[in-house]
Nanobody
Framework: EVQLVESGGGLVQAGGSLRLSCAAS????????IGWFRQAPGKEREGVSY????????WYADSVKGRFTISRDNAKNAVYLQMNSLKPEDTAVYYC????????????????????WGQGTQVTVSS
């Protein structure tokens, strides 16, 4: 059974940090690129960050560049999103998603392109 399980969300004050984890199972993790998405109430799901399956090429949305860092540990079938200097506008449900892609090019952070999804973890940043 394919599973992506996010964890690490919570309530934090503006300026604080959280580290999200995405644990994968049921598929060949090394062959998949991973994207982090978020969805705030009343808004569309948006791509936040991406890491390739190979040497770990990364991409960040402009809104999080310089504050968020994505990484992966293929030995643990896990991807992480370190979020620093959090802002109230970062409040959302955060999802990780996997797409079968072995190259270093970035797969567009469009939800329809991704094969597997986690259930999401809530991040709330208070002002």
């Amino acid at each position: 059974e394919v599973q992506l399980v996010e964890s690490g969300g919570g309530l934090v004050q503006a300026g604080g940090s959280l580290r999200l984890s995405c644990a994968a199972s049921g598929f060949t993790f090394d062959d998949y690129a991973i994207g982090w998405f978020r969805q705030a109430p009343g808004k569309e799901r948006e791509g936040v960050s991406y890491i390739s399956s190979g040497n770990g090429s990364t991409w960040y949305a402009d809104s999080v560049k310089g504050r968020f860092t994505i990484s992966r540990d293929n030995a643990k079938n896990a991807v992480y999103l370190q979020m620093n200097s959090l802002k109230p506008e970062d409040t959302a449900v955060y999802y990780c998603a996997a797409v079968l892609h072995s190259g270093e090019t970035v797969v567009p952070l469009l939800p329809g392109w991704y094969d597997y999804w986690g259930q999401g973890t809530q991040v709330t940043v208070s002002s």
